[in-house]
């Protein structure tokens, strides 16, 4: 069965700071891993994701990820921390030939910027 | 742009009333999806619709009901209000056939039960 592990439901950078999101996976076929962002009040936005090819993601917002198979990682960074990325982030996995395309999450991280 | 809609963002319901959660999409998407969000938990599946009257259970379908007789909405239903079932719900859709596309969701249904 798949699963999704972050590590730190909470994480504070200063503003200008790197911001690392730390996310494992648990799959036993190839992955497809996803990060999503979410705003207070608001639903889940698509950061970016891995399907397969190059290795390194970007996405919106600055923000990249690695899929590092040997160890089974699928880690959020941003160089530069900014005030508006303050939210809460949750990384997904699912896999071809999965149960119905069915999306499995992590419990999320929530991040604070301090000024 | 996927655009899902939720039909109410604040709810306010009372113990053993009947509730309906709506949610329309304008994409034309095969798949639709009910999850719940609890703090510290994130993010849990209800039920899943792969087709006009299709459905499955998801993790925590008990109390739960679902409907899908078009295929732009795709309605969640609570047979009988518990206090327990306070909690915000997220629709989402993706299109059907590819594992690799991404789920687009509503701005989700902040639900209180008194």
């Known amino acids: 069965a798949q699963s999704v592990t972050q590590l730190g439901s909470h994480v504070s950078v200063s503003e200008g700071a790197l911001v690392l999101l730390r996310c494992n996976y648990s799959s036993s076929v190839p992955p497809y891993l996803f990060w999503y962002v979410q705003y207070p009040n608001q639903g889940l936005q698509l950061l970016l994701k891995y399907t397969t090819g190059a290795t390194l993601v970007k996405g919106i917002n600055g923000f990249e990820a690695e899929f590092k198979k040997s160890e089974t990682s699928f880690h959020l960074t941003k160089p530069s921390a900014h005030m508006s990325d303050a939210a809460e982030y949750f990384c997904a996995v699912t896999f071809s030939g999965g149960s119905n395309y069915k999306l499995t999450f992590g419990k999320g991280t929530l991040l604070t910027v301090n000024p | 742009d996927v655009k899902v809609t939720q039909s109410s963002r604040y709810l306010v319901k009372r113990t053993g009333e009947k509730v309906f959660l709506e949610c329309v999409q304008d994409?034309?998407?095969?798949?639709m999806f009910w999850y719940r969000q609890d703090p510290g938990l994130g993010l849990r599946l209800i039920y899943f619709s792969y087709d006009v009257k299709m459905k499955e259970k998801g993790d925590i379908p008990e109390g739960y009901s679902v409907s899908r007789e078009k295929k732009e909405r795709f309605s969640l239903i609570l047979e009988s209000a518990s206090t327990n079932q306070t909690s915000m719900y997220l629709c989402?859709?993706?299109?059907?056939?590819?594992?690799?596309?991404?789920?687009?969701f509503g701005d989700g249904t902040r639900l209180s039960i008194l």
């Open positions: 989402a859709t993706t299109r059907g056939g590819a594992y690799n596309q991404p789920q687009h």
């Open positions: 994409m034309d998407h095969e798949n």
